[in-house]
């Protein structure tokens, strides 16, 4: 008579407890993968608070060029009064001129500061470079944040969270086949539980194998 | 001799029937759901990421609202006074003339003076207008009037097409959430499949047990309808 093997003999325990380890470990791969997108909706919260941030840098820089190109704008038309005055011929406009260059037109350039007083924004034709001194204002804050960034990482977590959920996703058909082993009749249940464990280890594989990779491209 | 008439023997109930059925129907409702949790995990991530994608876009037009403004606004003054200006020194040459048919000619000279510097600030407004310095917005001809609208129209572009590109978002958004509402149907319709699973697995009668697999396999075939109807919808 033929003798049954140690593992045949004590299948049926040793297919609970890896059932009960299969459980385990999706448990613990959906606790993952929860955390992984938990972790992606806080990235997209900070990029959208940084898009709000950098928005309103943009704003108050806007503000202040336009404030400044009104000045600016003012103090030129004053000087073209003030030059218009001096080339004509009557004696009190070209006092009024000359009083009005020395201390009304100084006032107004400081308003119009730097625009109206930093040579670098001023055009050929009179008119003042606005671009440029936009282009200094947006390079002279400090800690503008860029959202981009923040949506990237949120995007890794996200692509992460759908690797681990179809990791997930193989652990609980490995459940599948594993129950079907315990159950199953004599003939097909090593064959089942072969299957279970295989899918099993290329489950796990495919967890950790996700998690190095996305630890990598972090 | 005769024999005894057989009387029928009552076989005794497997209560163990269908059993088996049951836990392979369970294991499969359970990899069933895990399919399903997947593709509702799927569904809310697309959602998640247009919802972010649209809330970026609303928050840029409203920064382009804010630089639309103010550049019309800075535009539209210089012009104004770019117009006042002209106008002045039309109308004070106009009254120098008339100083000057009345022999007036001290205050004549006054009023060209006036016209002189009304005259110098128009000629320098001019430079600063972008509805004269720029090709695309300035009169064609001697009389004309600027093409305001075109302005309008070019300034406004960027924020037209971000909001395009926002509606666009908004829709993906309601397109992936309406799915993962629909999953989560799914999902809580196989949870009826499980709770009638469990009861045919506690009831002894096996006619029973037979008709609570028959309606968890109902219940199932009903949450695959409506899996199948959002993943084609």
Request: charged share 20%; glycine share 6%; net charge negative.
């Amino acid at each position: 008579m033929k003798k049954p093997n140690w593992f045949t003999s004590r299948f049926e325990v040793i297919n609970a407890i890896l059932i009960a380890l299969v459980s385990l470990t999706t448990a613990f791969s959906v606790w993952r993968t929860n955390m992984v997108g938990s972790l992606a909706a806080d990235e997209n919260r900070a990029g959208l608070i940084d898009a709000v941030k950098s928005q309103s840098y943009d704003n108050e820089n806007y503000r202040k060029l336009y404030q400044e190109a009104g000045f600016s704008y003012q103090f030129a038309v004053k000087e073209a009064e003030v030059q218009a005055l001096e080339a004509g011929d009557s004696l009190e406009a070209r006092d009024r001129a000359a009083n009005m260059r020395q201390y009304l037109l100084p006032n107004m350039q400081l308003l119009a500061q730097p625009l109206a007083t930093d040579e670098k924004y001023r055009k050929a034709d009179g008119t003042f470079d606005l671009q440029k001194r936009f282009a200094d204002m947006q390079n002279e804050v400090q800690d503008d944040p860029d959202p981009t960034l923040a949506f990237a990482r949120a995007d890794s977590y996200f692509s992460e969270q759908r690797w681990l959920v179809v990791g997930s996703v193989l652990l609980a058909i490995s459940l599948f086949w594993l129950t079907l082993a315990e159950i199953g009749n004599e003939r097909l249940r090593m064959l089942e539980f072969a299957i279970g464990l295989g899918v099993y280890l290329f489950g796990v594989a495919w967890f950790l194998g996700v998690e190095i990779v996305f630890l990598f491209l972090r | 001799m005769n024999e005894p008439a057989a009387s029928p023997v009552k076989e005794p109930e497997n209560k163990e029937k269908y059993k088996g059925l049951i836990i392979v129907l369970t294991v499969l409702t359970t990899v069933l759901a895990a399919i399903l949790a997947a593709l509702q995990a799927d569904a809310s991530i697309r959602a998640d990421i247009a919802s972010r994608e649209s809330q970026y876009y609303a928050i840029q037009i409203s920064g382009e609202l804010h630089r639309v403004g103010l550049e019309t606004n800075y535009e539209f003054n210089v012009y104004g006074e770019y117009l006042t200006n002209l106008q002045e020194a039309t109308i004070l040459e106009l009254t120098a003339l008339e100083q000057e048919q009345d022999g007036n000619t001290k205050a004549a000279q006054t009023s060209r003076e006036l016209a002189a510097v009304s005259q110098a600030r128009a000629t320098l407004g001019e430079k600063f207008s972008i509805f004269h310095t720029d090709p695309r917005y300035a009169p064609k001809n001697e009389g004309d009037l600027p093409n305001a609208e075109q302005y309008l129209i070019d300034l406004n572009k960027k924020m037209t097409e971000l909001l395009a590109k926002q509606n666009e978002a908004a829709d993906i958004y309601d397109k992936w959430d309406g799915k993962a509402d629909s999953y989560v149907t799914a999902l809580t319709i196989l949870a009826v499949a499980f709770f009638l699973f469990g009861l045919a697995q506690a009831v002894k009668n096996a006619r029973i047990r037979l008709a609570f697999t028959g309606f968890g396999t109902v219940v199932i075939l009903f949450s695959l309808m409506v899996t199948f109807i959002t993943l084609l919808g």
